[in-house]
């Protein structure tokens, strides 16, 4: 190697200064693109999925209907924000390997689409799989992940939800780490969903991968049961929530629990839809609807957007709720809030109505893991449920009848003035 010196004086200081700013820059640029895109999913991400309702039949036009409905049906305003499209979009590789949308579903391309999402003030996510194929059977990112990275960015994308089919001898959180870095070297943030279904045990690594994790198998339509076609298995609610046991301490603001899409408004009772939006509500959960937004009803379209229920999952204090107590089929979770508040859900697990008769003074509300109590005989917290809107304090006993497969979801505030 020549080295060409100038003439003039040579400047050792500024040399000096010169040599490290490089480093230092390579240093910064070699640990940068290394981590997830920080300050994504600060609370639980709200938006809507197309694969509980639609499966594999989506195309351009459906995901263009669902931005527009989500605008007018008052679900942005709500604070639903991404519009993600699942598994099946994908079309064949070219010549350079690159991904292409399947040109028949998605003939604009997804530029295009990102552009029209975008311009409803919304955001756009897209599906891929750490395998070689997808669980539709379309292609994976395996071997592709830093080029699918890149052409998400050159498309627009803002969320990634990335799927475990077809990993036979993979480790999951070397898989899950190498897209992390593919997506951030690709220099777009993108919010990026884990979905293992919890057979690694993502709580205790994806922290530092991803911005949420599944913690269970694929939701099913209902409200407590276990659905096993072949080799996969469908949860209903009151199984998925059963699965979190022991699982809060890993959640909180950047990095959340996530028990499935939802499937509120796709069949189930209006108490039942009401108990399931709740119960991720009070679990720090990410919000993804799975029903038809064009076609909803005008009670779901309530349940999903109860201002004082969507506070509660989105409250910044970002902590899962815990269970306190259990009654035969009753039981209560509590969950701390910002600004010394509480969220309390009564959830009747039966098939049966079940009376709530609740002594406000019999116990100590205590979360050991923020440290936060209180002593009921010591202060008088108001309480309003978030379904009903009816108020009340902590002064006299709760009384109540819970409808089968319901909850009873207070807000408490205080202390009461006396």
């Known amino acids: 190697m020549k080295f060409l010196w100038a003439s003039a004086p040579v400047n050792i200081e500024r040399v000096a200064r010169l040599v490290l700013g490089i480093l230092l820059g390579v240093a910064v640029c070699g640990n940068s693109w290394a981590q997830k895109a920080e300050g994504l999913a600060l609370t639980p991400q709200m938006g809507w999925n197309s694969w509980n309702k639609f499966a594999c039949n989506i195309d351009e036009r459906l995901i263009r209907e669902t931005a527009d409905a989500m605008v007018t049906s008052g679900m942005k305003d709500a604070g639903y924000q991404y519009v993600n499209i699942d598994d099946c979009w994908q079309g064949e590789r070219d010549a350079d390997g690159n991904i292409q949308p399947d040109p028949k579903r998605f003939p ?76 951030a070297k690709a220099g777009r943030r993108m919010l990026f969903s884990l979905c293992e279904w919890g057979m690694s045990r993502p709580w205790e690594w994806a922290g530092q991968v991803g911005h949420s994790w599944r913690t269970t198998p694929d939701i099913y339509n209902c409200f407590d049961c276990e659905f096993s076609p072949g080799l996969s298995t469908g949860l209903g609610v009151l199984r998925i929530l059963d699965r979190q046991a022991g699982l809060r301490k890993f959640a909180g603001p950047g990095h959340w629990n996530d028990m499935d899409m939802l499937e509120v408004g796709n069949g189930m009772s209006e108490d039942e839809d009401r108990a399931h939006l709740s119960i991720w509500a009070m679990m720090a959960s990410p919000l993804i609807l799975g029903n038809d937004l064009r076609s909803m009803s005008e009670s779901t379209r309530r349940i999903l957007t109860n201002p004082g229920v969507i506070a509660v999952s989105q409250d910044r204090l970002g902590v899962e709720a815990l269970r306190v107590m259990v009654d035969g089929p009753l039981e209560t979770y509590a969950k701390p809030l910002d600004g010394g508040r509480w969220a309390l859900m009564f959830l009747n697990r039966s098939n049966q109505p079940a009376d709530l008769r609740h002594d406000w003074k019999a116990e100590v509300l205590t979360d050991g893991m923020t440290n936060r109590s ?26 109540a009848r819970l409808a089968p497969h319901s909850v009873l979801m207070l807000l408490l505030t205080g202390p009461a003035k006396s």
Not at 375 to 398: A, E, H, I, N, P
């Open 374 to 399: 209180v002593d009921f005989k010591q202060t008088v917290y108001r309480w309003s449920d978030l379904w009903s809107k009816k108020t009340g304090d902590t002064s006299t006993k709760l009384q």
């Open 108 to 183: 604009s391309g997804m530029k295009a689409l990102a552009d029209y999402v975008h311009g409803k003030g919304l955001k756009l996510g897209i599906y891929s799989d750490g395998g070689a194929t997808t669980c539709g059977g379309r292609p994976g990112s395996r071997g592709h992940e830093y080029q699918d990275a890149r052409t998400y960015a050159r498309w627009g994308i803002d969320y990634l939800k990335y799927d475990w089919c077809n990993t036979p001898g993979m480790n999951a959180e070397a898989a899950y780490t190498t897209m992390r870095d593919a997506i």
